[in-house]
């Protein structure tokens, strides 16, 4: 999985990303530069260890997720190409977007726009990923209408209708990710990795001073942005409690009454957007954390494992992590008519323990 981090320049999106994955990358500064970072974090996952109890692996595997932090991105970029185009090429292979919206007031760091206003820059990214992706559907759709002169192919017809129906949607203000599209719909459109399409993540960066307002600052954006998770945090705080040992930061934590890290939140928040579950194996003496989407089958879980699998697909054992535990062996679980075999359709469910049995 791979979320990209968007927002304008002096927000804190590169604190919020050196506290997610404990880099050093710059600061202030960098918000002027072109490119970007990128970071991969193991998700922590308690299940794990409580399965490893029962398993005793010799290797434990969780899943990952890759950050990728774009310098800030101003109003007029998209149309004045003020971007490198591998920065939009790089956002377009991601499979989420977190938007990090300035709310803390600091003189000493400047605002692009001379003032805070949450809901302006927040319309203003709106706006320049719209641009992005009508600079791609308009250049589509002028080679689709000399194409469909000379021949009417069914396919391109129908990617010139999503695309039409999707440019009518940016111009007058919606997200691709608003509209009711089919599967076909869908199909049609995959390949362009629109930047609106995507999931999307709102993040506010509040001040320290604000925490105990946290929960009344996103509930005011909530009111406006009810398709959207939003989650608020103080990047710069999480940025130097990151830099701190594990239990010295768990001490500052609980004494300013922070339940959990910014990590642990926004990767949280991240499996919502997504709509992902995290299913387990255990192969080889390695044991194993997967992610997949919400409402998939143990064929799918197969086919994340490897293609073979999907293949081969024979069936499912499964067991929630949970009961497993309380079992203390898959040996006893299935003595005691907890371990279940499910076929291909099986919807797969947060927790699951699969072992799967295939023939190739």
Sequence with gaps: MKIGIVGLPYVGKTSLFNALTQSDAETGTYAAKKGWNIGSVKVPDERLAALAEVFKPKRITPTSIDYVDIAGVSKGDIALEGLETGVIAELRE????????????????PH???NINPERDIETIDIELAFADLGIIDNRLDRLVRELRTQNIPTLVHERTVLERCKEALEGGTPIRELSLSPEDEQSIRGYGFLTQKPLLLILNISEDKLDSAEE????????????EIITLSARLEMELARLEAEEAELFRAEMGLSESALARVIDASYRTLGLITFFTVVSD????WTLKSEMTALDAA???????ARGFI?????PWANLVDCGSLTEARDNGQLRLEGKDYRVSDGDVLTIRFSV
């Excluded at 390695?286 to 954390?289: D, F, I, K, S, T």
């Design 112 to 114: 692009v726009d001379g």
């Design 217 to 228: 600052i996103r509930a005011r954006f909530a009111a406006s942005k009810r398709q959207i």
């Design 315 to 319: 069936r499912a054992e499964t067991i």
């Design 94 to 109: 991601v499979d989420a977007l977190a938007h990090i919206v300035r709310v803390f007031e600091d003189d000493t760091v």
């Design 286 to 289: 390695e044991l194993r954390a």
């Design 303 to 309: 086919g994340t494992i490897h293609t073979d699998m």
